[in-house]
């Protein structure tokens, strides 16, 4: 009679996990900023969690975001000794994103390059705290159970990462409409020379991050300010004027473009605020690129 049962468990485990995959995948890749790493996340997530008795558990959801959490936590540790040596900017992994992302306005703002970028600035511990705090809106007992802290300093790791981040979030509206509005413009500047309708869509304090990972030709410092941004743009964009093919698509939740030109594919995503650009940033390392080919679903 034992057999039935093992297999019965093993089943159920199976479905639980399949169930969940979506949501672990996004806790893991909003602490890591890398989908690659999160899938690792999962794969170990997995091994654990097959060999967990079932019946000791009293929440499944609790207790694989537990583990993955934990699972992050040690990758984040490798993930920035490769920051470290990382050549140029690192920008996090880009996703091509289903429509419904968008819809979630809060899940969407979570997982965009302006905000996983902010989340760069935390420690470890603050980033899982904030994610799974204010992301997924677990309580605090869970959290402590997560990351191996009481609940009352989760607390006060929670309260100090949201004063970090609401101290460096992007400030201002923002809208799909604006965003796409200045990635045409972006195409037109390229397409027909016209440079000056993009330039004037720039944000004073604009903020220009290319990475291409030492594999393809990048900024290898970020580009500050309107008028450093106009000069790079100008002596770059012209280049590619007659060769690149652009492609609208969604990227963590946002309007975005894909760039085709000499063989080459670059992701273009924006950060719009108050109708101007305020972030400008464009993805070209190869080995970032892999899940801009088909849809990566994620949840909360």
Same mark, same amino acid.
């Given at each position: 009679?034992? !057999?039935?049962?093992?297999?019965?468990?093993?089943?159920?485990?199976?479905?639980?996990?399949?169930? $969940? =995959?979506?949501?672990?995948?996004?806790?893991?890749?909003?602490?890591?900023?890398?989908?690659?790493?999160?899938?690792?996340?999962?794969?170990?997530?997995?091994? %654990?969690?097959?060999?967990?008795?079932?019946?000791?558990?009293?929440?499944?959801?609790?207790?694989?975001?537990? @583990?993955?959490?934990?699972?992050?936590?040690? $990758?984040? %540790?490798?993930?920035?000794?490769?920051? !470290?040596?990382?050549?140029?900017?690192?920008?996090?992994?880009?996703?091509?994103?289903?429509?419904?992302?968008?819809?979630?306005?809060?899940?969407?703002?979570? #997982?965009?390059?302006?905000?996983?970028?902010?989340?760069?600035?935390?420690?470890?511990?603050e980033r899982a705290v904030f994610v799974l705090r204010e992301v997924f809106d677990l309580?605090?007992?869970?959290?402590?159970?997560?990351?191996?802290?009481?609940?009352?300093?989760?607390?006060? @790791?929670? $309260? =100090?990462?949201?004063? $970090?981040?609401?101290?460096? =979030? &992007?400030?201002?509206?923002?809208? +799909?409409?604006?965003?796409?509005?200045?990635?045409?413009?972006?195409?037109? +500047? @390229?397409?027909?020379?016209?440079?000056?309708?993009?330039?004037?869509?720039?944000?004073?304090?604009?903020?220009?991050?290319?990475?291409?990972?030492?594999?393809?030709?990048?900024?290898?410092? &970020?580009?500050?300010? +309107?008028? +450093?941004?106009?000069?790079?743009?100008?002596?770059?964009?012209?280049?590619?004027?007659?060769?690149?093919?652009?492609?609208?698509?969604? @990227?963590?939740?946002? &309007?975005?473009?894909? #760039? /085709?030109?000499?063989?080459?594919?670059?992701?273009?995503?924006? /950060? #719009?605020?108050?109708?101007? #650009?305020?972030?400008?940033?464009?993805? =070209?390392? &190869? !080995?970032?690129?892999?899940?801009?080919?088909?849809?990566?679903?994620?949840? %909360?």
């Amino acid at each position: 009679m034992g !057999e039935p049962d093992v297999d019965q468990q093993s089943e159920s485990a199976t479905d639980t996990f399949v169930t $969940h =995959r979506n949501l672990l995948f996004t806790v893991a890749y909003e602490m890591l900023g890398s989908a690659a790493d999160a899938e690792d996340v999962l794969q170990e997530t997995w091994l %654990r969690w097959t060999g967990v008795d079932l019946e000791t558990v009293r929440d499944r959801r609790a207790y694989l975001v537990r @583990i993955t959490t934990r699972q992050a936590l040690t $990758h984040m %540790r490798t993930l920035g000794r490769r920051k !470290e040596s990382y050549f140029g900017p690192w920008l996090p992994e880009p996703l091509l994103t289903t429509p419904d992302v968008a819809e979630d306005v809060e899940l969407a703002d979570s #997982v965009s390059m302006a905000m996983l970028l902010v989340l760069e600035t935390l420690t470890p511990t603050e980033r899982a705290v904030f994610v799974l705090r204010e992301v997924f809106d677990l309580d605090y007992d869970e959290i402590a159970e997560a990351v191996d802290k009481t609940a009352a300093a989760v607390r006060q @790791i929670a $309260h =100090r990462a949201r004063t $970090h981040v609401a101290s460096r =979030r &992007p400030r201002g509206t923002t809208s +799909a409409a604006q965003t796409r509005g200045a990635l045409e413009a972006f195409q037109r +500047a @390229i397409d027909t020379g016209d440079l000056q309708s993009l330039f004037d869509l720039l944000a004073p304090d604009v903020v220009m991050l290319g990475d291409g990972g030492g594999i393809r030709q990048a900024f290898p410092e &970020p580009v500050l300010g +309107a008028d +450093a941004v106009r000069e790079v743009l100008a002596a770059g964009l012209g280049q590619l004027r007659g060769t690149a093919v652009f492609e609208p698509v969604q @990227i963590n939740g946002a &309007p975005a473009l894909l #760039v /085709h030109a000499r063989g080459e594919v670059s992701v273009v995503t924006m /950060h #719009v605020q108050d109708g101007r #650009v305020a972030g400008l940033y464009v993805v =070209r390392n &190869p !080995e970032k690129l892999s899940r801009v080919e088909q849809e990566t679903p994620i949840s %909360r």
